[in-house]
């Protein structure tokens, strides 16, 4: 008897059935038996079905004589002729990921679950990009003693991602529905509402494969949601699902059942509802209605707010309104035409009706340069290559100035338009246009007052035939049906593409290597050219910066360079770019007799002879660096090498404290100059002197408090986002009225802040200098970064969120000092409790004191202002005479 029976279904899928077994039989579970359960194929299925027993005696063939129309039929036979313990279910057309049926049968026996239930990943044909389906209901390994325990996990009513035992499966004598389309929905449910016990595993087991609409082949079952009869289907397994709950005595759980239906099969036909003719639209909105009103209102409820309006407007037959709104649940999400706001409350509309109600939105509440328009085109046609299009702009919030101006953005180019209101509201504008590139072409609102500027795409009707230019194709792209130009891939751009594919070759990393190393035995350095470079291009900021300035401030005869990143700005008046990593800046870095930076300059290139490097750091603190971080801390010895070299680069360091001297120079094995004069970024800090307007540049209300977030990142985790680890949207809720949030986020994280909290929180991650973050501020929220060394100077209250203590310590990045013995502010592990702090945060800070002082004196007692003046000296003191080295150890 093997350990597990695979049932792989199939009809008319002989091309991809082979994939499907080939995946079982990889398995790293190898006693196993595969059973091709066939439905009356038409095509070569049966020749490639036996071809598959030849080969591997674990395979078996059954095939049906008459096709039964949907997937349940050859599932039983499956299950029918299953000779092992336990059974799993895939389609033909997708796939097991290797250890799938190994991990799950290790589940089934450690837990005796009556099934296990794994993490399904939607494989992208067309791109190669997966994505987790319904992730947070994996989010965690357990065991759930019956559905009551965790209704929520109705919304996996999938059968190809569990593992069940045969003899469970006989002994409720489960069987799929033959009769119906979806069967999976009725057979989970009835399985959810007999077992005993049942397991969930949060890594992925089931490779569900997405081929793109109008592709090659006969569309699977779930992508046929264009046919009414689909809908049909799915309806009454619906409606059969509810009646088997009734029948097993849970009656009660039917509601959760059914908000299973709103949230995901309502959803399935609601997102590309935009796209369907009207007619269709009146007939989906007919057939779900009388099962919609079936569903409790509490339950309805329970929904994000365009489902919610969506539910609400398929109930009183409003087709018009259903078709603009379904158009603001995916994509971009435009905003309404209309919205009525009243008592505190925004309406989806013209109307005031509970199941309207969109404030959780706060699309009201946005500032301007995140505030959101509606345009949509009305007419859109070309002569040649000119083309002429009229747009209708909505301002369903009133968010647009006294005074303004507008224009319309084809990427980097920007054309001149000019609204005039229009007798039904909001502005019209006609304009003629020229594309000479794909782009997504915008319009743009800027006030004069300010000079915010709100951007929004533009809508199309879905309908509207594709218009093909000399370059490019205008046509609506996805569910929103959004306008985009997208370039022609012809063969007139082959040259184009094969210069540009030449290019990229004699631009590899390597070949700039050899070119730089060539350079600097060629061509002597310039000891009056220096190169600067803060945090690898991001930015002209940091302790760069401030010694950039005072050499500028006292003439000192050096032409300045700064390396910056594609599309940074913010660059000192009057100073040469060049772009990091281009073929300007080998040259540069070749030539430059003076490097100066806050992180390092390309660890491979080595520093040319009689060029001087300035190091000054970017921060201080408790974490682990250097050869004592994750990633130099292993046995690997060419990281360290190359490590090694680079610091052995550094002419001097500049040191802000002797505890950073002390922790900073052994970890790093640095043995040269250490320039003990303070940090010269944090001058201004000392001085308490902005160089920027935050509360401007980040509309940030007068009368709300700023609490400046600013979470250092995760090793294990970089760029995922979650380094924010504060319920952002709990202290909107308690906070909004008082705190506005600025999110400083590392600049190796990803973070993209929700739009329903942009009232609330203010993205920062790319602000050019942190410091007037830090001097606008009244609080500062952290958990491990270097900040809270900095934030130190201004003696304004600290508090940090340290749910992950344990864990960073000792299994993440590693510290050197036991933050919550020494930190200047309390440290919280929960929203909860940071919130309680924020509310007496004057007595709070007070209870710190001498903490907060001790903690001054162990990072922050050489800073007094005059960092930059006194690296400078000690540095560059003789760059206009020629003379010498000009470093020297300052400890």
């Given at each position: 008897?093997?350990?597990?029976?695979?049932?792989?279904?199939?009809?008319?899928?002989?091309?991809?059935?082979?994939?499907?077994?080939?995946?079982?039989?990889?398995?790293?579970?190898?006693?196993?038996?595969?059973?091709?359960?066939?439905?009356?194929?038409?095509?070569?299925?049966?020749?490639?079905?036996?071809?598959?027993?030849?080969?591997?005696?674990?395979?078996?063939?059954?095939?049906?004589?008459?096709?039964?129309?949907?997937?349940?039929?050859?599932?039983?036979?499956?299950?029918?002729?299953?000779?092992?313990?336990?059974?799993?279910?895939?389609?033909?057309?997708?796939?097991?990921?290797?250890?799938?049926?190994?991990?799950?049968?290790?589940?089934?026996?450690?837990?005796?679950?009556?099934?296990?239930?794994?993490?399904?990943?939607?494989?992208?044909?067309?791109?190669?990009?997966?994505?987790?389906?319904?992730?947070?209901?994996?989010?965690?390994?357990?065991?759930?003693?019956?559905?009551?325990?965790?209704?929520?996990?109705?919304?996996?009513?999938?059968?190809?991602?569990?593992?069940?035992?045969?003899?469970?499966?006989?002994?409720?004598?489960?069987?799929?529905?033959?009769?119906?389309?979806?069967?999976?929905?009725?057979?989970?449910?009835?399985?959810?509402?007999?077992?005993?016990?049942?397991?969930?595993?949060?890594?992925?087991?089931?490779?569900?494969?997405?081929?793109?609409?109008?592709?090659?082949?006969?569309?699977?079952?779930?992508?046929?949601?264009?046919?009414?009869?689909?809908?049909?289907?799915?309806?009454?397994?619906?409606?059969?699902?509810?009646?088997?709950?009734?029948?097993?005595?849970?009656?009660?759980?039917?509601?959760?059942?059914?908000?299973?239906?709103?949230?995901?099969?309502?959803?399935?036909?609601?997102?590309?509802?935009?796209?369907?003719?009207?007619?269709?639209?009146?007939?989906?909105?007919?057939?779900?209605?009388?099962?919609?009103?079936?569903?409790?209102?509490?339950?309805?409820?329970?929904?994000?707010?365009?489902?919610?309006?969506?539910?609400?407007?398929?109930?009183?037959?409003?087709?018009?309104?259903?078709?603009?709104?379904?158009?603001?649940?995916?994509?971009?999400?435009?905003?309404?035409?209309?919205?009525?706001?009243?008592?505190?409350?925004?309406?989806?509309?013209?109307?005031?009706?509970?199941?309207?109600?969109?404030?959780?939105?706060?699309?009201?509440?946005?500032?301007?340069?995140?505030?959101?328009?509606?345009?949509?085109?009305?007419?859109?046609?070309?002569?040649?290559?000119?083309?002429?299009?009229?747009?209708?702009?909505?301002?369903?919030?009133?968010?647009?100035?006294?005074?303004?101006?507008?224009?319309?953005?084809?990427?980097?180019?920007?054309?001149?338009?000019?609204?005039?209101?229009?007798?039904?509201?909001?502005?019209?504008?006609?304009?003629?246009?020229?594309?000479?590139?794909?782009?997504?072409?915008?319009?743009?609102?800027?006030?004069?007052?300010?000079?915010?500027?709100?951007?929004?795409?533009?809508?199309?009707?879905?309908?509207?035939?594709?218009?093909?230019?000399?370059?490019?194709?205008?046509?609506?792209?996805?569910?929103?049906?959004?306008?985009?130009?997208?370039?022609?891939?012809?063969?007139?751009s082959l040259p184009r593409r094969i210069a540009r594919r030449l290019l990229r070759i004699a631009g590899r990393p390597r070949h700039k290597l050899l070119a730089y190393r060539a350079l600097t035995m060629l061509l002597p350095a310039r000891r009056d050219l220096a190169l600067f470079e803060s945090d690898v291009g991001k930015g002209c900021t940091g302790s760069p910066r401030a010694v950039h300035d005072e050499i500028r401030r006292r003439g000192l005869p050096v032409e300045t360079v700064w390396s910056v990143a594609r599309g940074r700005g913010d660059v000192p008046a009057g100073a040469r770019t060049v772009r990091r990593g281009s073929w300007r800046y080998v040259w540069t870095l070749a030539r430059a007799g003076i490097w100066v930076d806050s992180h390092g300059f390309p660890l491979d290139y080595p520093k040319p002879r009689r060029t001087r490097y300035l190091q000054t750091w970017h921060g201080q603190?408790?974490?682990?660096?250097?050869?004592?971080?994750?990633?130099?801390?292993?046995?690997?010895?060419?990281?360290?090498?190359?490590?090694?070299?680079?610091?052995?680069?550094?002419?001097?360091?500049?040191?802000?404290?002797?505890?950073?001297?002390?922790?900073?120079?052994?970890?790093?094995?640095?043995?040269?100059?250490?320039?003990?004069?303070?940090?010269?970024?944090?001058?201004?800090?000392?001085?308490?002197?902005?160089?920027?307007?935050?509360?401007?540049?980040?509309?940030?209300?007068?009368?709300?408090?700023?609490?400046?977030?600013?979470?250092?990142?995760?090793?294990?985790?970089?760029?995922?986002?979650?380094?924010?680890?504060?319920?952002?949207?709990?202290?909107?809720?308690?906070?909004?009225?008082?705190?506005?949030?600025?999110?400083?986020?590392?600049?190796?994280?990803?973070?993209?802040?929700?739009?329903?909290?942009?009232?609330?929180?203010?993205?920062?991650?790319?602000?050019?200098?942190?410091?007037?973050?830090?001097?606008?501020?009244?609080?500062?929220?952290?958990?491990?970064?270097?900040?809270?060394?900095?934030?130190?100077?201004?003696?304004?209250?600290?508090?940090?969120?340290?749910?992950?203590?344990?864990?960073?310590?000792?299994?993440?990045?590693?510290?050197?000092?036991?933050?919550?013995?020494?930190?200047?502010?309390?440290?919280?592990?929960?929203?909860?409790?940071?919130?309680?702090?924020?509310?007496?945060?004057?007595?709070?800070?007070?209870?710190?004191?001498?903490?907060?002082?001790?903690?001054?004196?162990?990072?922050?007692?050489?800073?007094?202002?005059?960092?930059?003046?006194?690296?400078?000296?000690?540095?560059?003191?003789?760059?206009?005479?020629?003379?010498?080295?000009?470093?020297?150890?300052?400890?």
């Amino acid at each position: 008897m093997p350990d597990c029976t695979v049932v792989v279904i199939t009809y008319n899928d002989a091309a991809r059935l082979p994939r499907a077994v080939r995946s079982v039989l990889r398995q790293t579970q190898r006693d196993l038996e595969v059973i091709i359960a066939d439905d009356a194929s038409t095509d070569d299925t049966a020749r490639v079905a036996a071809e598959l027993v030849r080969a591997d005696p674990r395979v078996r063939h059954l095939r049906r004589e008459v096709n039964s129309g949907g997937c349940g039929a050859p599932r039983n036979d499956g299950l029918d002729a299953a000779a092992s313990p336990y059974v799993m279910f895939l389609d033909s057309d997708d796939e097991l990921p290797r250890h799938a049926c190994k991990s799950l049968l290790a589940e089934i026996r450690r837990t005796g679950a009556d099934f296990v239930s794994g993490q399904i990943s939607r494989l992208y044909e067309w791109t190669g990009r997966t994505e987790p389906y319904y992730p947070e209901l994996f989010a965690a390994r357990r065991v759930v003693e019956g559905i009551r325990e965790e209704p929520r996990l109705f919304l996996d009513s999938f059968t190809t991602n569990k593992l069940y035992r045969v003899s469970f499966l006989r002994e409720h004598r489960l069987r799929f529905p033959e009769d119906i389309h979806y069967e999976d929905h009725v057979f989970a449910t009835e399985a959810y509402a007999v077992a005993r016990r049942f397991a969930v595993v949060p890594w992925p087991v089931y490779l569900w494969h997405r081929v793109r609409d109008g592709s090659s082949g006969s569309p699977s079952i779930s992508l046929r949601i264009r046919e009414m009869e689909n809908v049909r289907h799915r309806l009454v397994a619906a409606w059969r699902s509810d009646d088997v709950l009734r029948a097993h005595g849970l009656a009660g759980l039917v509601p959760d059942r059914q908000e299973r239906f709103l949230r995901q099969d309502l959803r399935v036909y609601l997102n590309p509802l935009p796209r369907r003719e009207r007619v269709w639209v009146k007939e989906f909105a007919a057939l779900v209605r009388p099962y919609m009103e079936r569903i409790p209102a509490e339950v309805v409820d329970r929904l994000d707010p365009m489902t919610r309006v969506c539910c609400h407007l398929i109930l009183e037959d409003r087709i018009d309104d259903l078709m603009v709104a379904a158009g603001s649940l995916t994509g971009h999400r435009p905003p309404p035409r209309a919205a009525v706001r009243a008592d505190g409350r925004t309406y989806w509309g013209t109307t005031v009706s509970p199941g309207m109600d969109i404030t959780s939105l706060r699309l009201a509440e946005l500032p301007f340069s995140a505030s959101r328009l509606r345009h949509e085109v009305t007419e859109l046609s070309a002569d040649g290559e000119r083309v002429r299009m009229t747009v209708h702009t909505y301002d369903p919030f009133g968010v647009l100035p006294v005074e303004w101006r507008a224009c319309l953005r084809l990427g980097r180019e920007q054309v001149p338009i000019r609204p005039v209101p229009s007798g039904e509201g909001g502005y019209t504008t006609e304009v003629d246009f020229t594309v000479r590139r794909g782009c997504e072409p915008r319009i743009a609102f800027t006030s004069l007052a300010t000079g915010h500027t709100t951007c929004d795409r533009l809508i199309v009707h879905p309908g509207a035939e594709p218009i093909d230019l000399r370059r490019v194709r205008l046509e609506a792209c996805g569910h929103t049906a959004y306008l985009r130009a997208r370039e022609h891939r012809s063969i007139r751009s082959l040259p184009r593409r094969i210069a540009r594919r030449l290019l990229r070759i004699a631009g590899r990393p390597r070949h700039k290597l050899l070119a730089y190393r060539a350079l600097t035995m060629l061509l002597p350095a310039r000891r009056d050219l220096a190169l600067f470079e803060s945090d690898v291009g991001k930015g002209c900021t940091g302790s760069p910066r401030a010694v950039h300035d005072e050499i500028r401030r006292r003439g000192l005869p050096v032409e300045t360079v700064w390396s910056v990143a594609r599309g940074r700005g913010d660059v000192p008046a009057g100073a040469r770019t060049v772009r990091r990593g281009s073929w300007r800046y080998v040259w540069t870095l070749a030539r430059a007799g003076i490097w100066v930076d806050s992180h390092g300059f390309p660890l491979d290139y080595p520093k040319p002879r009689r060029t001087r490097y300035l190091q000054t750091w970017h921060g201080q603190g408790i974490k682990s660096i250097g050869f004592d971080a994750p990633d130099l801390r292993s046995d690997f010895d060419r990281p360290r090498e190359v490590w090694r070299a680079a610091v052995a680069r550094w002419d001097a360091l500049v040191s802000p404290s002797e505890e950073f001297s002390r922790l900073f120079a052994r970890a790093n094995g640095y043995t040269g100059p250490i320039l003990r004069y303070g940090t010269p970024r944090c001058d201004a800090l000392v001085r308490g002197v902005p160089r920027t307007d935050v509360h401007a540049r980040l509309e940030i209300p007068p009368d709300r408090r700023i609490l400046l977030y600013a979470p250092t990142y995760r090793d294990r985790a970089m760029g995922g986002g979650a380094s924010v680890r504060a319920d952002l949207a709990l202290m909107a809720e308690e906070l909004a009225d008082e705190w506005v949030v600025i999110l400083r986020t590392h600049p190796v994280e990803r973070y993209t802040v929700p739009e329903h909290l942009r009232y609330f929180v203010r993205p920062a991650g790319t602000y050019p200098e942190v410091n007037d973050l830090m001097l606008a501020s009244d609080a500062l929220l952290t958990d491990y970064s270097s900040v809270m060394c900095d934030y130190a100077i201004t003696g304004k209250p600290m508090l940090f969120l340290i749910d992950d203590w344990d864990d960073y310590r000792l299994r993440e990045r590693g510290v050197y000092h036991d933050l919550p013995a020494i930190a200047p502010g309390p440290c919280v592990t929960t929203t909860g409790e940071l919130i309680d702090r924020l509310r007496d945060l004057p007595g709070v800070h007070a209870s710190y004191a001498s903490r907060y002082a001790a903690f001054r004196d162990l990072w922050c007692a050489d800073e007094r202002g005059d960092a930059a003046s006194r690296v400078v000296t000690a540095f560059f003191g003789d760059a206009g005479r020629g003379g010498g080295s000009g470093t020297g150890r300052a400890a």
